[in-house]
Nanobody
Framework: QVQLVESGGGLVQAGGSLRLSCAASGRTATDYAMGWFRQPPGKEREFVARISRSFGITHYADAVKGRFTISRDNAKNTVYLQMNSLKPEDTAVYYC???????????????WGQGTQVTVSS
């Protein structure tokens, strides 16, 4: 079992930056691949970024490529999502997830955080 707690969301103007954190407890984060997903208002949950368990290989959704960076600090059992050049369309509830396999599909993840709201004003 692993528990995930996201933090760092908030209100930011377009062009600004935020860094989301996802703290894992219960088991070490190195046991899991980690992903970030988001759910915009009135829309389905969508993939944002993922990082593999062993080698820290990263992948991004096209919509965020070049603006967002996923990273992990295994010593702190924490995964981050640095979000730069934010746009109003990035407004969503952001979730982190842990799973055995790094995937862009939400079904691949076994554990989810409660989500953190990110609102980007124009």
């Amino acid at each position: 079992q692993v528990q995930l707690v996201e933090s760092g969301g908030g209100l930011v103007q377009a062009g600004g930056s935020l860094r989301l954190s996802c703290a894992a407890s219960g088991r070490t984060a190195t046991d899991y691949a980690m992903g970030w997903f988001r759910q915009p208002p009135g829309k389905e949950r969508e993939f944002v970024a993922r990082i593999s368990r062993s080698f820290g290989i990263t992948h991004y959704a096209d919509a965020v490529k070049g603006r967002f960076t996923i990273s992990r600090d295994n010593a702190k059992n924490t995964v981050y999502l640095q979000m730069n050049s934010l746009k109003p369309e990035d407004t969503a509830v952001y979730y982190c997830a842990a799973g055995r396999i790094s995937s862009a599909t939400s079904d691949a993840y076994d554990y989810w955080g409660q989500g953190t709201q990110v609102t980007v004003s124009s």
